[in-house]
Structures are given as structure tokens and as C-alpha cells.
């Protein structure tokens, strides 16, 4: 697209990106436009009232209301973006009675951590262990619950995330300390991730990444290893996907306690 081009937008890659997009590009020439006009109009009072030709200042000012109309003009402009686009935009990716549901959805949890992230999925059951921070050590990263079977098929994997192509996407995006920000640009998604709560996203990936992924940024200034904060998104064909799920399955069917969650995607984790 050659207005896209005009402002080097990245790659897309999701179903609601093409409207993200859309926004930003009125947005912003909206914005070029509004930054032109004034810098006319200035340019144009500079010289229209120039001292030389108004020696004396008038401290009447102008009596015509144009100026007020245009002012409104801009501020329902404003408005109708941010109201009628933004909020309902936003609406459809985070509100909770619009998540897609069913057996379908791919389900992953973002953990972020300074200054890394750790991709937690559910397993061949579908379902997540239970997790909890006190459990959190050296060997359990993610704070796996020994004791919930739902658990011990749960998949880790650290600094990659993969998904499957055009399949409805629930991200759960939290932290272990600081506030990170969970970035996925060519999907045009972005979830803080907050110490103590989950944040929620969902999208449909509907490209394939290159062989070498896409980057994942940290998009909360968090420390000094902020920018060193990267993952990998690895968005793929399905069969590609579910292989990739199996072959980073925890082996031992019951793990001993501090090694639950562990897997063969995570060497030296
Ligand atoms: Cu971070």
C-alpha cells in the first residue's frame, strides 16, 4: 500500500492490525495537516501584522468567531477519533465478554522477568498448572505447583514464542517484578506486564514469520537491560506448531518437586 509505504509502517500480521494501522495514518495526517495550517497561519500573522504596519498594538483583537468555530472544529475531531475509533478498537482486543473461547484457542502466558520473558503454555491438556510466586526458584522459573497434574505437561519456553497462523491468539501478560511491556509489533499488539496481576490480549496471527521470527520487545523502560530484553515470535503453520508443542513436552511424566515445568526448550534454564 502506498500510503503505508509513505510512512514506513512495519509489517502487518494480524487480522485487526489493517484497522490499527488505519487509525494511525489519520491520526497522523490529521496531525501533519493541523501542524502545516498553523505554521502558514503564523507565518501569514507575522507578516500581516508586522510593526511596520501596526505601529500601535490593538488591544481590542480580533471580532470575527472563526477562530472559536475552528477550535471546535478540531476538538470534535479529536474527540470522534479517540471516542469512535480508539476506545472501541481497543474495546474488541481487551474487554472480557469479547475473548474468543472454545478448544480452538491457542492460550500462552508472557512472563516477564528483568530482563527476559518466559512463554508458559498448557500442555497436551489444555489447561494451565497452577502457579504461584512463592514457588518461584532457580529450577521452577514459573512458580509450577508440584502438586496440580494440570502442571506437569505445561510447556516452557524462554525467549521464543511461537504460534500457529490464523488461529484466534489469548495472550495472559504478567511480571515477576518490575512493569514490562509486552511487544508484538507486527501484530500490532502491545499488554504491560504487571508484577501480581495478568493483563489479557487476543489476536489472530494471519502471516507466517521468517525462518528467523520477529523480534519481541520489552516496551517499559524496566533497568539497565532494558534494550537487551528481546524474545523471538515464531508464527507458523499449524502442523509446524503442534510439532514444536510436542517435541518441547516435558519428558518425565512426574517430575520430583522443583523440577516440574522444566523442559527440553529451556536447556540451562
Ligand atoms: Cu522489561
Redesign the pocket.
Known sequence: MKEKLLLGLPELASEHGEMVDHMMLTVTYFMAFLGIFWAVFIAYAVVRFHQSKHPKASYKGMTSHWSSHLEIGVIITECILLLGFAFPLWGTRVEDDRYPTGEDVVRVRAV?Q??EWTFHYPGADGEFGRVDPFLISAQNQLGLDPDDPNGHDDIQSKFDMYLPVGKNVVVDVT?KD????LHLLPLRMQQD?MPGSSSHIWFRPTKVSPEDGWDIL??????P??AN?AAKLYVTPEEDFNAWLESSAPKAPAAPAGDVGASASTPGS
Request: with cysteine.
Open positions: 516477564g528483568k530482563f511480571s518490575v512493569i514490562h511491556g506486564a520489552c516496551a517499559q523502560l524496566c533497568g537491560g532494558h530484553m
